[in-house]
């Protein structure tokens, strides 16, 4: 850059600097004084100068050569304004030292007495508080030994109290416990002896409990009976049915040629007379199929008279079963 442009920005720089020293001075003004009063300005700088409100401000510009060495800056020293008034004052016109100093010098050495004793006087005060506090302290010390000593003491005795109502409780309690198992125990027994023969009566209705030879004849043998009763029982319905439709034939039969022979002997009456063969056949075969079915109803007699003593048999059989069981029951 060129030396103007420097030379501007230090400018700039410079005044921005004064800026921010003079606003910082209006901030820390010093406050309003109240009301009746006011400030009283004091010089107490070196120099003498005359005090404003207003800060005087002057802008200075200068055209310096390039590439320079600057000189030191020198020391600033404000101009000097207002007026200087003094005031002369002779030898002995103010006071004369030997008279003047004896007061002074009698007040200091009554001073420094007081104070003298004053500091022995607290000397013997602190000693005092001090040997007044060490006997409190030992009195103190003794007292607190004590009072932990009864505390220790007090609470070994309530550590003892404790335990023992805690003993006693646990004893209590064992003891409690000890009357309710009992009880419980009894109560248990009592319980049981009618509980266990009624279990056992009941799991033995249930058929838990069973007799081998009343379980297999229950099992085996009745089924087996009842099977071959019903067997006998079909075959029974089977010979009644076949034995009642051949009755229904011969009836039939019967009804057919008892309803037709009249016709036949008016029409062949005369012609057939002498022949007696003709007709004995026919009454033979009639007489065979009687017979036949007087024979089939004596073997469905024969049948159904086997049939009542099986089924005797088998409500015997019955009757000795439900009567083992009622025996089992009892026992």
């Known amino acids: 850059p060129s030396p103007l442009d420097i030379q501007k920005q230090r400018e700039a720089r410079r005044r921005a600097l004064a800026r921010k020293r003079a606003k910082e001075q209006m901030q820390l003004r010093t406050p309003e004084p109240v009301e009746g009063r ?16 207003r800060i ?12 320079l060495d600057r000189p030191p800056t020198p020391l600033f020293i404000p101009a000097k304004t207002g007026k200087d008034v003094a005031t002369q004052i002779e030898e002995g016109e ?31 005060e602190l000693a005092q508080l001090w040997a007044h506090q060490r006997a409190y302290a030992e009195l103190r010390n003794a007292e607190l030994a004590e009072v932990q000593r ?32 009992i009880a419980a ?5 009592r319980y049981l002896a009618d509980l266990i023969p009624s279990v056992f009566n009941n799991l033995r209705e249930s058929g838990f409990f069973y007799d081998p030879i009343e379980r297999d004849i229950e099992t085996e043998f009745l089924p087996w009976l009842m099977t071959e009763v019903e067997e ?25 040629a008892f309803s037709h022979k009249p016709l036949a002997d008016q029409t062949e009456a005369p012609a057939e007379e002498p022949r007696p063969t003709d007709a004995a ?38 009757e000795s079963d439900q ?9």
Do not use: N, W
């Not at 006998?232 to 057919?256: A, F, P, W």
């Not at 009567?323 to 026992?331: F, K, R, S, V």
């Open 38 to 53: 006011e400030h009283i300005h004091v010089q107490t700088e070196l120099y003498l100068e005359e005090i404003s409100d």
């Open 56 to 67: 005087i401000e002057v802008d200075t510009e200068c055209q310096t050569d390039a590439f």
């Open 94 to 124: 103010l006071f004369d030292f030997d008279v003047e100093v004896k007061p002074i010098l009698e007040v200091l050495i009554g001073k420094t007495v007081e104070q003298a004793l004053l500091e022995v006087m607290e000397e013997e």
């Open 150 to 181: 009864l505390e220790e003491q007090d609470r070994r005795y309530r550590e003892e109290k404790e335990r023992r109502k805690l003993q006693h409780m646990q004893m209590l309690q064992k003891q409690k416990e000890t009357t309710e198992k």
């Open 185 to 189: 125990r009894a109560f248990a027994q």
């Open 232 to 256: 006998t029982l079909e075959r029974k319905v089977l010979g009644r049915t076949m034995l009642d439709s051949l009755i229904c034939t011969v009836v039939e039969k019967r009804l057919d």
């Open 281 to 318: 056949p026919q009454v033979a075969g009639e007489t065979d199929a009687a017979g036949q079915l007087v024979a089939e109803k004596e073997e469905t007699e024969q049948v159904v008279a086997e049939e009542q003593p099986s089924r005797h048999i088998s409500f015997q059989l019955e």
């Open 323 to 331: 009567a083992g069981t009622e025996d089992l029951e009892t026992e």
